[in-house]
């Protein structure tokens, strides 16, 4: 293999894939980076137990010549030193060559490197996925909705299933749902794909789309989304992102969403988030986040939080709307502050059922968000 | 104790002072801000066992009102929860108010908050510092000061004298020495004061030092210094900052700073430092941080580093100017990297005396900055 490249072009690349470049590598291949050269261009494959993200630079874009490839060929390069020195390389052109064992020689302006390469044969082969069936998601789109569930699944490694996003998809309507037994978050969108086309219980980490999420660019272009028997496959541009799909069955949450209300309530986002951003500071204190809402006359709704240490926060806010029984309840502070930063809509409603029941969060302009919270059952 | 204050005032005192206040104190009060108002103004004290700041707001600044005060007295404030809530109040006006017990509210727009107030009596009284001799320095060369020596002290608080910096004063000039045995670095600069003021063998902890370095503003304003027997006082504008002296010698290391060389390079400053990032990239790998120079012919020198797992990497660089013997040595890489980072001089000068002795660098532009680095002893 011999080529020379764009310094850019190849760290840009670089920097996409090595994500899925394992940190601790049960064996040396997989903290390596492939590298295949052919005369059409520049494949990069990193793949760990669970993702594998693969990067294509082509020879040439826009009629303006990336890479010149001399002699085609594969190797791998352990990726933690090669990630690091090719963002630091002197000129903007680099040239590799790979000789005998693998052992491959990087030049750029008077910096000469050699790397200990591996034997690409040794690199785990990527999923063969079919791709008869697929939907599209515009990427900003696809980044809102992970934004807006990952934060309530569960970070308890105990049990494996609550840590993913479930994914479904039936009448083009793509959902989203995540919970950690302790609150859920859940989001619908129209999805691009044919009307028959449906899918259940796909089940994704909520790590793994976070890391997806930071691929795709905050624009309106589509992603290509192909679900396979235990693989979900990405098509960003020239990336493509591989995870496989949790195993277990994801429980059943349709049940716990009440929809019918004994006291409503309409709040101004920003105001709400504020107050209990105050109270989540005394709160926290007590290393309970333990936060008190109350309605009190005339519309008005009374948060407070306290410690026996430090004191007592206090804070009143209108409402816009007040319908129901008033009412007294405690609530963990860190989860309504989490639903609060990701919801995008300036007036938030909210529905009790009582305060031993679940509290439903959803904004006001749009129904395509529903947040869940159990209360706390508290003495006082 | 009763007044209205600026949220932003206050607020801007009170991250000055924050610094001081003990994060896990050994007993409540050392974890507090003392708060003392009188009708002139708000004084707020936060103070741990190594250093105390004291940060002065007027009632009025420039014929604007900042506080108004109704009833003066003091109290302390547990610190964290202090200083996290007034960034977040929803007004710009704070009433603080003191009643029994040193229960103690605060009100901003809707939000009331009832902190548990500590007893003033309690607080740390602030060492008495003869204000008799000073000298001054201007902000911007004393942080310059600070930067270009704290980079050498020890981390080990197994020899507590290393950990500081070693302050001298004589014909109004100031010299700052950190040595952690292995590196030395030194600076000179002028003071402003009285011909004959002069001392020695005053430490202050690099970490302190740091600290200090945050409150000074980067501008050419004028810092008073006072130095007292096992304390040293500086003034920057409205904020005294205390800390005390550490106790014990500071090694003499006048003699381990040659002065005739063997071998003598000018370098340009950003490809040396380029070019030792990249080798050190490499030496990392080895947890060593070993890097060679060796000089080749033509006023060429190569930097290199190497690991059995990963590979190599040779860097050449023309010299600016190369006088005297061929040599070939090995040092820390990153040593050398953290002094390249803080020298400002487009050009440097490196002078050897052989593989074995103390490798000097310093600027060509001026002479206020050595620093000295040991070489390794290596087989190869």
Do not use: C
Not at 104 to 118: A, C, E, H, K, P
């Amino acid at each position: 293999m011999k080529l020379s490249i764009s310094k850019h072009e190849l760290n840009e690349a670089i920097q996409q894939v090595a994500k899925a470049a394992s940190s601790r590598p049960t064996i040396p291949i997989l903290g390596g980076i492939k590298i295949e050269v052919t005369h059409q261009g520049v494949t990069l494959t990193a793949s760990d137990t669970d993702i594998s993200i693969q990067s294509f630079i082509p020879v040439e874009r826009d009629n303006l010549v990336i890479a010149h490839v001399d002699k085609p060929g594969n190797v791998v390069l352990p990726a933690k030193f090669f990630v690091e020195i090719v963002k630091k390389l002197p000129s903007d052109n680099v040239e590799i060559e790979v000789g005998a064992h693998f052992q491959t020689l990087i030049r750029s302006g008077s910096t000469d490197i050699q790397m200990v390469g591996l034997d690409p044969e040794e690199f785990p082969v990527l999923p063969s996925i079919e791709q008869n069936e697929l939907f599209q998601m515009p990427g900003d789109l696809l980044k809102a909705m992970i934004r807006q569930t990952v934060l309530a699944a569960s970070v308890n490694e105990q049990t494996p299933i609550l840590t993913g996003v479930l994914w479904s998809l039936q009448d083009k309507q793509l959902k989203f749902v995540a919970t950690d037994r302790h609150r859920l978050a859940s989001r619908v969108a129209q999805a691009e794909t044919a009307m028959e086309y449906r899918f259940n219980n796909v089940v994704i980490a909520a790590k793994t789309l976070v890391e997806l999420s930071k691929l795709v660019p905050d624009q309106h272009g589509l992603v290509d989304i192909v679900v396979a028997d235990n693989q979900v496959l990405f098509k960003i541009g020239n990336v493509l992102f591989y995870t496989r799909i949790l195993d277990g069955t994801y429980p059943d949450t349709s049940k716990i969403i009440p929809s019918m209300f004994k006291t409503e309530l309409v709040l101004d986002t920003k105001n709400l988030t504020d107050a209990i951003d105050r109270a989540y500071l005394m709160s926290r204190e007590e290393k309970t986040n333990i936060v008190r809402l109350t309605t009190l006359d005339n519309g008005v709704i009374e948060i407070s939080s306290s410690s026996t240490e430090v004191g007592r926060v206090t804070e009143q806010l209108d409402a816009k709307q007040f319908d129901g029984e008033p009412l007294r309840i405690a609530f963990n502070s860190k989860y309504m502050l989490d639903v609060l930063k990701v919801i995008d809509s300036e007036q938030i409603f909210i529905g009790f059922t009582g305060a031993m029941s679940p509290i439903v969060i959803r904004p006001t302009d749009h129904s395509y968000n529903t947040y869940v919270i159990l209360p706390y059952r508290t003495t006082n």
